[in-house]
T-cell receptor, first 111, second 114 residues
Framework: RKEVEQDPGPFNVPEGATVAFNCTYS??????FFWYRQDCRKEPKLLMSVYSSGNEDGRFTAQLNRASQYISLLIRDSKLSDSATYLCVVNPVDSNYQLIWGAGTKLIIKP | NAGVTQTPKFQVLKTGQSMTLQCAQD?????MYWYRQDPGMGLRLIYYSASEGTTDKGEVPNGYNVSRLNKREFSLRLESAAPSQTSVYFC?????????????FGDGTRLSIL
């Protein structure tokens, strides 16, 4: 089992819809989680950190489910500009320095 | 407001040639990283430097060497380039030592080995 797994997609979603995708991780003791966005093989850019209580940033909501070992990202009122690959990142407890990256979920917003 | 700067942005090499990818950050971060990204795959860690003066192997270190020249700069060297090293290379930095801190990336170097 991969340490961090994501559905590669693509998710084809009409503009204005709500879309959600999950990321599962294998190390139950993992402490820190992030969602990054990557456009067409440009550099990954931090979208948001994921906190235990869940957090929201505008149209984006991130949740952590420790019992089932997954994090989720929900995008409301999706825009064409949301089209990108979303990368899930986990900081395993046994490393202060390394992050484990998922391969990403591709999202395509259609007009 | 440069953040993480990588040079060059593009490079084409012949098999067996050597080259060094440069990375510099101006955020006073302790940790720096080199990744490669191949089509359809996630980022794979080549080497990292937790702090100035230290370097450690990541997931795919074979064929590469690194130097943490000072706190700002972390270079990646290919001694004898192979076609399998054709990839996009990203440098990243992180404040380091604090698990909640994310990484910040450079624009990437697109490297082709013929």
């Amino acid at each position: 089992r991969k340490e961090v797994e994501q559905d590669p997609g693509p998710f084809n979603v009409p503009e204005g819809a709500t879309v959600a995708f999950n990321c599962t991780y294998s190390n139950s003791a993992s402490q820190s989680f992030f969602w990054y966005r990557q456009d067409c093989r440009k550099e990954p850019k931090l979208l948001m950190s994921v906190y235990s209580s869940g957090n929201e940033d505008g149209r984006f909501t991130a949740q952590l489910n420790r019992a089932s070992q997954y994090i989720s990202l929900l995008i409301r009122d999706s825009k064409l500009s949301d089209s990108a690959t979303y990368l899930c990142v986990v900081n395993p407890v046994d490393s202060n320095y390394q992050l484990i990256w998922g391969a990403g979920t591709k999202l395509i917003i259609k007009p | 407001n440069a953040g993480v700067t990588q040079t060059p942005k593009f490079q084409v090499l012949k098999t067996g040639q050597s080259m060094t990818l440069q990375c510099a950050q101006d955020m006073n971060h302790n940790s720096m990283y080199w990744y490669r990204q191949d089509p359809g795959m996630g980022l794979r860690l080549i080497y990292y430097s937790a702090s100035e003066g230290t370097t450690d192997k990541g997931e795919v270190p074979n064929g590469y060497n690194v130097s943490r020249l000072n706190k700002r700069e972390f270079s990646l060297r290919l001694e004898s380039a192979a076609p399998s090293q054709t990839s996009v290379y990203f440098c990243a930095s992180r404040r380091g030592g604090e698990r909640v801190q994310p990484q910040h990336f450079g624009d990437g170097t697109r490297l082709s080995i013929l």
